[in-house]
């Protein structure tokens, strides 16, 4: 009878180490959910701040106006309402856009008749764009010139945290005599 008396403390020693064990296992996987939990979120937060910063480049380059000179000297705001609600829920702000490099448009480069005012716009310029300084006929540059622009985007959402800058370069064609500001 002593014997199992002994049986019976040890059981309940051994059951209170495998409950213990057991509990530390649960709170760990509980953490461990936690955590993947606000990775998740995080992840969902970028994508959302991608997505308001993709819809705000769009956005501006679709609009003529924002590359035409004068350039537009204030950043524009645009919205982006992910849920429906009518409420945005990131705000993209794009700076004015920065003209990274110009260069002349080669005559092979041109498609007529989508680039037809490049052939015309040079010989209204001047009747001997394509001669040289001894007046032989060249046929390199048209009367456009290649523009590349930057355009940046920036999300920062102060409820989330998530801070993002994304840059998309726009190629555009403009007059010979066009300059970079």
């Given at each position: 009878m002593n014997l199992e008396k002994q049986q019976r403390g040890v059981v309940l020693i051994v059951v209170l180490i495998m409950l213990g064990v057991f509990s530390v296992i649960v709170a760990s996987m509980l953490t461990s959910s936690n955590v993947n939990f606000k990775i998740a979120g995080n992840q969902q937060y970028r994508v959302e701040a991608k997505l308001a910063a993709s819809n705000a480049l769009e956005t501006y380059i679709s609009n003529p106006a924002n590359f035409s000179l004068p350039l537009p000297t204030t950043n524009s705001n645009v919205e982006s309402d992910f849920d429906g609600n009518g409420v945005a829920d990131m705000v993209a702000v794009v700076p004015p856009p920065s003209c990274l490099r110009i260069a002349p448009v080669l005559r092979s480069e041109?498609?007529?008749?989508?680039?037809?005012?490049?052939?015309?716009?040079?010989?209204?310029?001047?009747?001997?764009?394509?001669?040289?300084?001894?007046?032989?006929?060249?046929?390199?540059?048209?009367?456009?010139?290649?523009?590349?622009?930057?355009?940046?985007?920036?999300?920062?959402?102060?409820?989330?945290?998530?801070?993002?800058?994304?840059?998309?370069g726009v190629y555009l064609r403009a007059a010979l005599g066009t300059t970079c500001l």
């Open positions: 041109l498609s007529y008749p989508k680039d037809k005012d490049c052939i015309r716009t040079a010989q209204d310029i001047d009747a001997n764009i394509f001669r040289d300084e001894e007046g032989i006929a060249t046929v390199t540059n048209s009367g456009c010139v290649k523009m590349t622009w930057d355009v940046q985007a920036n999300v920062t959402d102060t409820v989330t945290g998530t801070n993002l800058e994304m840059h998309q």
